[in-house]
């Protein structure tokens, strides 16, 4: 398995997603891509400059580092998390 599916929420936009993320990738990186989406999905734009978010699991309000690649983190398929 090379991916997961997670559920997203985004707490300063008020949305939810449902997103496939390769396990491969660290923290860092899975971060900027939800916000490119994120940012393509809506008018309103995250600024990733101004505030440079975290990434929580909703169920243990583990943070997690960014260098970390998330095959070596908890994150499953169906976990939920919170970008903030």
Do not use: H
Request: hydrophobic residues 35%; contains cysteine.
């Amino acid at each position: 398995m090379n991916r997961v599916l997670v559920n997203l929420y985004v707490p300063l936009m008020e949305k939810k997603y449902n997103i496939w993320i390769p396990v491969n990738r660290s923290i860092d990186c899975i971060i900027r891509g939800f916000i490119s989406g994120i940012n393509s999905l809506n008018q309103i734009k995250y600024d990733i400059e101004k505030n440079y978010p975290r990434l929580y699991n909703k169920e243990n309000a583990t943070s997690y580092d960014y260098n970390i690649k998330v095959i070596d983190t908890d994150i499953r398929n169906g976990t939920e998390l919170i970008l903030f």
